[in-house]
């Protein structure tokens, strides 16, 4: 048995369906408007970037206020040594003629001197089995700089070499050291009163990491001499000093 819809029937039907389309669209509309924009999670925008930015003066709690005299001593060596104090800590060292060839150089004309010592020629213990070469720079005949040189091991970022550096030594924590623009988990320096040291890590297996100690002191005093020299090379710039 067939029902037939009334026109007036049908057409209240039509306009129920389009109000829900209305109302539908409206609702849509307005949620839309209002819902914020969906932002990548922080952390991905982090990980985009496989070198980690590290800013110092954010991190660190303050500047180094260690002296010189209060740097620890690595391997035995300090700044301030002599050759002789430095050749004592390597038995052996005393009679290789390679080495007593170089120490026997008459140092540069503005005081400066270098000379390197590989530990494994000598008898030098435990202390120096990691260490591939100990380079040292002069100033007036004492040790103004010198550079451990390592032979590994890799190091997934250059503050985790700083910790294993620092255990036992009386040094800040690594986000009070600087790193190297570019460089950032390769290299960073902490600057104290005085001296600096700088920790590099690099090379296959690690056969390029080197801790480099510095007298900022006779670092300054050897710039000086040079900069003096240049300037009485320099005919115009004697001639602009003031009689005395």
Aim: proline share 9%; charged share 25%; hydrophobic share 35%.
């Amino acid at each position: 048995m067939k029902v037939l819809k009334s026109p007036i029937a049908t057409r209240v039907l039509r306009c129920k369906v389009i109000l829900i389309a209305l109302i539908s669209v409206s609702i849509a509309c307005s949620t839309s408007k209002s819902a914020p924009q969906t932002k990548p999670p922080e952390n991905l925008v982090a990980n985009q970037s496989s070198t980690p930015v590290i800013t110092p003066s954010v991190q660190g709690s303050g500047p180094c206020t260690l002296k010189v005299s209060e740097i620890p001593v690595l391997n035995g060596l300090k700044l301030g040594m002599t050759p002789e104090q430095v050749l004592a800590l390597f038995p052996g060292s005393k009679d290789d003629a390679e080495l007593r060839e170089a120490l026997a150089k008459p140092p540069a004309r503005f005081g400066n001197s270098t000379f390197m010592i590989t530990p494994s020629k000598y008898r030098s213990g435990a202390n120096y089995s990691d260490i591939g070469r100990v380079t040292f720079s002069l100033l007036d005949g004492r040790v103004s700089n010198f550079t451990i040189s390592y032979k590994g091991p890799a190091w997934p970022h250059v503050d985790k070499f700083i910790e294993k550096f620092g255990e036992g030594k009386n040094l800040p924590p690594s986000d009070q050291w600087e790193p190297y623009e570019g460089m950032d988990t390769q290299m960073k320096t902490l600057t104290c009163d005085g001296f600096s040291v700088r920790i590099f890590i690099g090379g296959e297996d690690g056969n390029l990491n080197y801790v480099l100690v510095q007298d900022l002191e006779a670092d300054n005093k050897l710039k000086d001499r040079r900069k003096k020299a240049r300037e009485q090379a320099s005919p115009e710039a004697a001639s602009q000093r003031p009689p005395q």
